[in-house]
Nanobody, 119 residues
Framework: VQLVESGGGLVQSGGSLRLSCTASGTIYSISAMAWYRQAPGEQRELVARITTGDTTYADSVKGRFTISRDYAKNAVYLEMNRLNPEDTAVYYC???????????????WGRGTQVTVSS
């Protein structure tokens, strides 16, 4: 199983970016997908999470970021608007999924994509 992110980059303060993540491999089911981020010297933090019928956002991104899923493509997206320098971090895709070769669902991570917001 592999999670691959894309869409990061450099953007000016006030700008927008859209991150994408696609899960591939021997996936039986995905119960939840999420985006985390980690700034230099900081702990990794939850940005947004989506399950069937429910979404959760960190207070710092509410009203600016939107998480969505494409269930057919095993994909999750993060639309980020009104970006500011405090949003600069490596953004990681996370999924709780059932690998067909596993005996139970487990957490999986992507390698991350860099988002840099200049002031």
């Amino acid at each position: 199983v592999q999670l691959v992110e894309s869409g990061g980059g450099l953007v000016q303060s006030g700008g927008s970016l859209r991150l994408s993540c696609t899960a591939s491999g021997t996936i039986y089911s995905i119960s939840a997908m999420a985006w985390y981020r980690q700034a230099p010297g900081e702990q990794r933090e939850l940005v947004a999470r989506i399950t069937t019928g429910d979404t959760t956002y960190a207070d710092s991104v509410k009203g600016r970021f939107t998480i969505s899923r494409d269930y057919a493509k095993n994909a999750v997206y993060l639309e980020m608007n009104r970006l500011n320098p405090e949003d600069t971090a490596v953004y990681y895709c996370h999924a709780v999924l059932f690998d067909r070769h596993a005996i139970a669902p487990g957490p999986y991570w992507g390698r991350g994509t860099q988002v840099t917001v200049s002031s």
